[in-house]
């Protein structure tokens, strides 16, 4: 190739589509020029679709996206699996879905967990291996409804102490309007037996005391035997005998839970506690001064086999879907655990640790208080740790309210569960309540006038309502929510696509689409969904735009650029790196240098114009323009989203990043020393709201269902910065996993999910 003079002078010409001669150029008239402008965004459309058809090249993705899908199909072997753990196993009932494990059960182990449904009632267990299986086929097992689920107890050995037992006579079976005892107390004895204390009703209350033993009587109830009776503190087992008196005689008992029958109590083991439904099999008694031992065996699991990830002391649920407020861990692999006696949450004003001898009390009905003085870890493969501190240790346990007297027509105390139910429904107001300018939130954007070319002919149609279901769907069905797509709202966050590949972002609202209406977005399959970006500005530094071509756009064999690198200089941008003529010839790279300008050509095409072409630092510009031989000619260069197109490097917005698409109407683009900088034009759309408190440097995500890891988040409101670092956060989209597994998640009493990629300590 001969030497020319620089023709920088003449760049309009270059950058001109070539017709011949210089002069056509300058003979075009300006309705030509508005033409060929509106119709380049289809040229360019046209020239990668036969690139991709013609160039075998074309056809192989990225390593980038190959990699990301081997990441994929790895998670997805993990979704797939079936849990089977110590003989238990369950099995998948429905396809799997982004909403839908398909699994209606989930196996539980627990070790040395002080288990209270709520208060004092429930039990310790030493060990235990059961099912939880959700009462409603095909719905998730729900934390914060324990109406939700049944628990069926395998194997295991738990133990209620005097506490416990006392509980669950005073405040459960027998505080109902109408009963005819009151203030009860259980107090085991060394021996075998039991004492029990109280007061019965004979037209005044009489106090009583009742000795004896318990026993089954079959593999549902559980009785207590009095052998010795203390009315008004005398003796009166001998008048009784003489009398032909029994117990059921002095008092009326017949409730749904409890019964007198002669001298005995009966009771229904399953009703002994208020919901989750208790299914056990109690093959054994063992009393004492310590409490109540009681072995449990349904006569399926010989051994309990301990799976590898069993924590020393906690739970671990395995399969399944189970659900905690506004999240639903599919397929949940879940230990939870107690806190690190060092562990503190400066957000609450508890201390949330745990002394380590000291028993690990989980208690169901006020699980959020724990969950909210705690925090949630993952591993990459989605694997989820729940660290709790142990309920007593909350300022809110102290401020429990004293117990409410049960309905007459219930005969037991159903204030309990009442009042829980109540909580429950007025939490499930504020997980599913969407503010009213989210409501109206819509993916719909009026595609740019000067691109609709671009889309002739293709399969790229714009969203219409981004609602992710059908009306109604969201007050039956835990696994949706009634709000839009999600919202996300990014502030000055280095936000990259995957490896050195993004751009920092000053300010940027967008929508989260997906591309199936109805589904969730998934955060792991960047083509699931794209982005439709509702205004902001961003800036693509040098370096990344670099490797955007480097490790992405010039990943393919043969091809006609290689090692590009990008320097701002005046306003211009100079591209330095090596061409092979027609992708092959000849066998080494020739060094090259351009010269041009960036520019906004429509609301979603960037065009860059060389002004100045050097090939072994020789100016060919001028040359080229002469023989009337475009660039493309010699350098072919058509990628998804880039193509040479003549003597102009045309970017199609929307796609020239790897997955997900962008979707942006461009209102101007900047060439600075800090790197690209493009302003978005506002599409009047309604945008997330962060929350009060925001630090400097964050992503909000507000409204619609997410799922991130192999959890899904209904109604999100998801909060992601990194509180190690007084800059710029860091967010890498394909390596989110990576990112959040060295960090921590806080979960709030509302569901909000407050995740700090800062490392755990």
Not at 14 to 33: I, L, M, Q, T, W
Not at 514 to 535: A, L, R, T
Not at 712 to 737: C, H, Q, W
């Amino acid at each position: 190739m001969s030497a020319c003079a620089d023709a920088s002078s003449t760049s309009g010409d270059v950058a001109s589509k070539p017709s011949g001669s210089a002069s056509s150029a300058s003979a075009d008239s300006a309705a030509n020029r508005q033409d060929r402008q509106a119709s380049k965004g289809a040229s360019l459309a046209a020239n990668g679709t036969a690139a991709a058809s013609t160039d075998p090249a074309s056809v192989a993705l990225p390593t980038l996206e190959r990699d990301k899908a081997r990441q994929l199909a790895a998670e997805q072997r993990i979704a797939v699996r079936v849990p089977a753990a110590s003989g238990m196993s369950e099995k998948r009932e429905r396809p799997l879905s982004l909403r839908d494990s398909g699994i209606d059960g989930s196996l539980m182990f627990a070790r040395d967990v002080d288990f209270r449904v709520t208060g004092d009632i429930g039990f310790m267990i030493h060990d235990m291996a059961a099912t939880l299986a959700p009462t409603r086929p095909g719905q998730p097992v729900v934390f914060d409804d324990p109406t939700s689920t049944t628990i069926h107890v395998h194997r295991g050995h738990v133990t209620l102490d005097s506490a416990k037992l006392t509980a669950i006579f005073n405040r459960y079976l027998f505080q109902y309007q109408g009963s005819p005892l009151r203030n009860m107390r259980v107090v085991p004895q060394d021996g075998g037996t039991l004492r029990i204390t109280g007061e019965m009703h004979r037209d005044t209350w009489v106090p009583i005391v009742l000795s004896g033993s318990l026993s089954m009587r079959n593999a549902h109830e559980l009785v207590f035997h009095a052998d010795h009776v203390e009315v008004a503190g005398v003796g009166a087992d001998r008048l009784m005998q003489a009398a032909h008196v029994r117990m059921a005689d002095l008092l009326k008992v017949d409730t749904p839970i409890a019964r007198l029958d002669g001298d005995d109590v009966v009771m229904q083991v399953a009703k002994l506690t208020p919901p989750p439904t208790l299914a056990m099999t109690i093959t054994q008694i063992e009393t004492s001064a310590t409490g109540v031992r009681f072995t449990l065996d349904d006569g399926t699991v010989p051994k309990i086999d301990w799976p590898a990830t069993m924590p020393a002391r906690g739970l671990l649920v395995q399969g399944g879907d189970v659900k905690f407020m506004r999240s639903m861990p599919m397929n949940i692999d879940m230990a939870i655990v107690p806190l690190p006696a060092s562990g503190t949450n400066a957000s609450t004003s508890a201390t949330a640790s745990t002394d380590p001898t000291a028993p690990f009390v989980l208690d169901l009905y006020h699980y959020r208080d724990q969950m909210a003085a705690g925090y949630l870890s993952f591993d990459e493969s989605g694997a989820l740790d729940v660290h709790l501190p142990s309920y007593p240790t909350l300022a809110s346990a102290a401020k429990t309210p004293p117990p409410q007297i049960g309905s007459a027509s219930a005969r037991y105390n159903d204030s309990l569960l009442r009042a829980q139910q109540a909580s429950l429904a007025q939490a499930r107001a504020v997980w599913r309540y969407v503010p009213q300018n989210v409501r109206t939130a819509s993916a719909a954007h009026a595609i740019p006038v000067g691109t609709r070319a671009a889309f002739a002919g293709k399969n790229f149609a714009t969203p219409g309502s981004a609602l992710n279901l059908q009306p109604g769907l969201a007050l039956n069905d835990e696994r949706y929510s009634p709000g839009p797509a999600p919202l996300i709202h990014v502030q000055n966050v280095d936000f990259y696509v995957t490896g050195r590949i993004g751009f920092h972002v000053r300010s940027l609202d967008a929508q989260m689409v997906p591309k199936k209406p109805g589904e969730p977005v998934d955060f792991d399959d960047p083509n699931q969904y794209d982005i439709h970006i509702i205004g902001g500005e961003v800036v693509e530094p040098w370096p990344a735009m670099a490797a955007l071509f480097n490790d992405y756009l010039l990943d393919y064999q043969p091809r006609s650029l290689n090692d590009l690198q990008l320097t701002p200089a005046d306003g211009k941008l100079e591209v330095t790196g090596g061409i092979k003529l027609w992708n092959h010839f000849p066998g080494v790279w020739l060094p090259t240098t351009m010269s041009g300008t960036i520019t906004a050509e429509d609301e979603r095409h960037l065009v860059y114009r060389p002004s100045s072409v050097k090939v072994l630092g020789v100016p060919q510009a001028g040359l080229l323009r002469a023989l009337d031989i475009p660039l493309a000619s010699l350098t072919p260069f058509a990628r998804k989203g880039v193509a040479l197109s003549g003597n102009e490097l045309v970017f199609d917005q929307y796609t020239v990043f790897p997955p997900p698409v962008l979707v942006s109407r461009l209102a101007s683009a900047a060439v600075t020393d800090e790197g690209l900088v493009l302003k978005f034009k506002r599409t009047g759309a309604s945008v997330a709201k962060p929350p009060v408190g925001a630090g400097t440097s964050f992503v909000w995500i507000e409204s619609g269902d997410v799922k991130m890891f192999n959890s899904l988040v209904t109604n999100t409101r998801t909060y992601i910065e990194d509180s190690s670092n007084a800059g710029p956060m860091k967010f890498d989209l394909y390596g989110y996993r990576r990112d959040v597994s060295k960090g921590t998640v806080r979960m709030g009493e509302d569901g909000t999910l407050s995740v700090d990629l800062a490392a755990r300590k």
